[in-house]
C-alpha cells in the first residue's frame, strides 16, 4: 500500500491551496484518514480527519479555513485550505488506516510530506 500526496507549494498570505491523497495497492478498505502538519521546529500535529462515512474533525486553528473531504470509491482524501497564513506553513503529510484484506488487521500508513509554504 502506498499514500501519496499532492498539491503543496507557495502561495501569499489568504492564498489557497488544495492538497490531495491517493491510496494505492492492495485495499480491502480504509478506515480513518487525516492531514498531519510539521512545522519547522514543531512537533507533527493534527490539522483533520475524516472517518469512512464521512464524520470530520478539524483542529481549532483550522476550523473555518480547512475542509477535508474524501472519495471512498477512489480510495482518495483533499484538504482545501483557504486563507493561508504564513503559521500554516509546514509539511504536510496524509495518513490512513487500512486494512489489506480479510485475513489482515488494519495497520497504519503515512505519505511522504508535501511542503506548504506561505509567505508574501
Known amino acids: 500500500v502506498q499514500l501519496q500526496a499532492s498539491g503543496g507549494g507557495l502561495t501569499q498570505p489568504g492564498g489557497s491551496l488544495r492538497l490531495s491523497c491517493a491510496a494505492s495497492?492492495?485495499?480491502?478498505?480504509?478506515?480513518?484518514m487525516a492531514w498531519y502538519r510539521q512545522g519547522p521546529e514543531k512537533q507533527r500535529e493534527l490539522v483533520a480527519d475524516?472517518?469512512?462515512?464521512?464524520?470530520?474533525n478539524c483542529a481549532d486553528s483550522v476550523k473555518g479555513r480547512f475542509s477535508i473531504s474524501r472519495d471512498n470509491a477512489k480510495s482518495t482524501m483533499s484538504l482545501q485550505m483557504n486563507n493561508l497564513q504564513p503559521e500554516d506553513t509546514a509539511v504536510y503529510y496524509c495518513?490512513?488506516?487500512?486494512?489489506?484484506?480479510?485475513?489482515?488487521?488494519?495497520?497504519?500508513?503515512w505519505g511522504r510530506g508535501t511542503q506548504v509554504t506561505v509567505s508574501s
Open positions: 495497492g492492495r485495499i480491502l478498505s480504509i478506515n480513518r
Open positions: 475524516i472517518s469512512s462515512r464521512g464524520a470530520t
Open positions: 495518513y490512513a488506516d487500512i486494512r489489506q484484506s480479510v485475513f489482515s488487521g488494519r495497520d497504519d500508513y
